[in-house]
């Protein structure tokens, strides 16, 4: 048994490991004649242990492209282009980082019309072409609510079904399929009281298969886009954009939970 | 302009545990990763002014000092700074049903820490930055981290205790 006293700074020490070897079997026969202190320690341990386990798994995530610094430019700031830093990586820079492991050319060169931004695209144009479509702005209603989940789900190929919006105040009109370069898309239109249409747009995606929300706007249509586990969305309207924003967080949640 | 290579051989395997110190600090995924694009921007722009200091605590630092100024800023735009509105999903992706709860529990406990003990917890226990690392990115003395450190553990041990203590041992809970 040591003579030198035990402190409470080596008992933290202790907990995370980092007494020198001879000191830490010292502390740990002062601990087995100190149970109250032994039961402390332990529960030290027990915390740090559980907060590991409930944030370590954000280290599997996939780093998203907003934050990879090998992709051109990193750090572009939203408000400048409302948009994510674009892959315009040059052949030269495809050079000088080939070696830097695990990517291939097809991930990081991918042109704008893939991945949430292609997506966005898609989106934009389905919501311009149907939501203003007095005649026929749906192919099926919403009171054909299931069968329309049941067609977008299998062609997609993963169950989707309408979200409930009614937190927005946004009703389902219906929905219908549509093309894109990748595949068919699920598009859902909402309308508000006020009249204002939003639409929903699902597809899976190749490419970021899972991305943050992002702004998106162009020709006077607004929205955000994201991806979850392979699943791609886009909420767009001509609505102010903190109203499509809080919409989109609805959208994922529930995507989220399902 | 692009990224020196240099530069992204050392920061760039760092992202993961930045992202995992910005998401506990501010809760919100969405959040944190902007956060840390504020960070490597900050990063990436002075370099040059980083002057030998390691690289870890040095990125560490810079993304502790901006979270801080996040936080003041939710405070003053009135958001609670206890985000128990902030669903779980946009959280860590949860291993399984059972350690979601305790997860969730520790989680929810450390929020209510004075900012000041939350950090040290993290950036010892998860970030494991040593002692004098931390005392670097808190600007504060090593003293000061031992004791803030002591304090914290003592503080997250009675309060879990007093919510029932089982959330923090996970493994000899059973849901049935």
């Known amino acids: 048994m040591s003579k030198t006293p035990v402190t409470e700074a080596e008992l933290q020490a202790h907990v995370d490991g980092r007494l020198p070897p001879e000191r830490s079997a010292e502390v740990e026969a002062w601990l087995a004649d100190h149970p109250d202190e032994a039961r402390r320690l332990s529960s030290y341990r027990s915390q740090r242990d559980a907060l590991r386990a409930a944030l370590d798994p954000v280290l599997d995530e996939p780093v998203p492209l907003a934050l990879d610094l090998r992709i051109g430019e990193p750090a572009r700031r939203r408000w400048t282009g409302g948009g994510r830093p674009l892959v315009a990586a040059s052949a030269a820079g495809l050079l000088l980082l080939g070696g830097a492991g695990g990517w291939t050319l097809r991930d990081w060169s991918a042109p704008p019309s893939v991945g949430t931004a292609g997506l966005a695209r898609e989106a934009i144009s389905s919501f311009a072409v149907y939501a203003s479509d007095s005649t026929r702005p749906v192919e099926l209603a919403a009171d054909h609510q299931r069968a329309l989940d049941g067609w977008f789900s299998e062609r997609l190929s993963r169950p989707v079904s309408a979200p409930n919006l009614e937190a927005a105040g946004l009703h389902l009109i219906g929905g219908r399929l549509v093309a894109s370069e990748h595949g068919p898309a699920g ?11 939003v639409a929903l747009y699902v597809r899976p995606m190749d490419v970021e298969k899972t991305d ?3 702004s998106r706007g162009e020709k006077g249509v607004r929205g955000w886009t994201w991806a979850d586990d392979g699943l791609g969305f886009g909420v767009f309207g001509s609505a102010p954009d903190g109203y499509l924003h809080d919409t989109a967080n609805l959208v994922r949640a529930q995507f989220r939970k399902a | 302009m692009r990224t020196p290579a240099d530069i992204i051989g050392v920061v760039q395997p760092l992202i993961p545990a930045l992202r995992r110190y910005a998401r506990a600090l501010l809760r919100d995924r969405d959040d944190a990763d902007d956060l840390v694009q504020d960070v490597l921007e900050r990063a990436v722009a002075r370099w040059h002014l980083r002057q030998g200091a390691s690289p870890r ?11 801080i100024d996040r936080l003041r800023q939710r405070g003053r735009r009135g958001i609670p700074l206890q985000l128990d509105a902030v669903p779980e999903e946009r959280l860590a992706a949860p291993a399984s049903q059972e350690a979601s709860v305790d997860q969730a529990d520790i989680l929810t406990l450390i929020s209510r820490l004075p900012e000041e003990h939350r950090s040290v917890l993290l950036l010892i226990g998860v970030e494991e930055l040593s002692y ?14 031992m ?4 304090r914290a553990r003592e503080r997250l041990r009675r309060m879990a205790e007093e919510t029932g203590g089982a959330s923090l041992r996970p493994s000899l809970r059973i849901v049935s």
Request: charge should be positive; proline fraction near 2%; aromatic fraction near 10%.
């Open chain 2, 57 to 67: 605590p040095w990125l560490f630092a810079i993304l502790h000092n901006l979270a």
């Open chain 2, 132 to 145: 004098a690392e931390a005392a670097t990115v808190l600007g504060v003395a090593q003293g000061t981290i």
């Open chain 2, 147 to 150: 004791s803030r450190l002591s």
């Open chain 1, 212 to 214: 943050r929300m992002t």
């Open chain 1, 187 to 197: 598009l859902y239109l909402y309308r508000n009281a006020a009249g204002e249409s």
